[in-house]
């Protein structure tokens, strides 16, 4: 069965600072994808990392996968508040069906 | 316009009771889904459709019954409520396939609390 594991589970950081999530998985997979949810919303699509080496950025945020490390790693350059949220990898598997990682919940601190 | 609605977005109800909540997606995907958020905001895939089809149940118990009557809509109905039902029910679509477009999109959530 497919495990997807996120750590650290919860972070919390002083603005300014860089910290990096890793999200690891059990299976192969040749894609991954990034997902951020504010407390009591839904889920936003943040990243799509489709094959091995890929690397994203979005402004603060750099994701990047290593397939044959079954690793995906999401990096935090020079954390503000508005980046507090909890972040979910999510790895597909099989068809039609996705298996999210535990999620990380961070916090910004002022 | 909004992707992907969810209607309610509160439910509050006792033991026993039936409900239903529904989605509707605008996108023209042919994947919908159903997911479970527990308190400790773990996702876990309950059921996936394409093109109206069942594909997949994931051990859910038999007292949830999705409905896609078309690829646009997919519901979720709850028969005999338990406590343990008590969760954050997101509905998702996507474009199973079509690497480029098989990112989720999330409807905003149907928060359900059992009495």
């Known amino acids: 069965e497919l495990k997807v594991e996120q750590n650290p589970l919860f972070l919390s950081m002083q603005e300014g600072k860089n910290y990096t999530i890793y999200c690891n998985y059990s299976?192969?997979?040749?894609?991954l994808y990034w997902y951020r949810q504010d407390p009591g919303k839904s889920l936003e699509s943040l990243f799509v990392l489709l094959s091995n080496g890929a690397v994203k950025q979005e402004g603060r945020l750099m994701a990047s996968l290593d397939t044959k490390a079954r690793l995906s790693t999401l990096h935090i350059t020079a954390a503000v508040h508005d980046l507090s949220a909890t972040y979910f990898c999510?790895?597909?598997?099989?068809?039609?069906?996705?298996?999210f990682g535990t999620g990380t919940r961070l916090k910004v601190l002022a | 316009d909004t992707a992907v609605s969810q209607t309610p977005k509160y439910l509050v109800t006792q033991m026993g009771n039936d409900k239903s909540i529904k989605c509707e997606q605008n996108?023209?995907?042919?994947?919908m889904y159903w997911y479970k958020q527990d308190s400790k905001k773990f996702l876990k895939i309950m059921f996936s459709?394409?093109?109206?089809?069942?594909?997949i149940n994931e051990t859910v118990p038999n007292r949830f019954s999705p409905k896609s009557p078309d690829k646009a809509h997919l519901n979720l109905h709850i028969n005999s409520l338990e406590l343990g039902d008590s969760a954050v029910y997101f509905c998702?679509?996507?474009?199973?396939?079509?690497?480029?477009?098989?990112?989720?999109?999330f409807g905003p959530g149907t928060r359900l609390l059992v009495l």
């Open positions: 299976t192969t997979s040749d894609r």
């Open positions: 459709y394409n093109n109206k089809e069942l594909i």
């Open positions: 998702a679509s996507s474009q199973w396939g079509d690497r480029g477009r098989e990112t989720q999109y």
């Open positions: 999510a790895v597909p598997l099989g068809t039609y069906k996705y298996i």
């Open positions: 996108l023209g995907h042919d994947t």
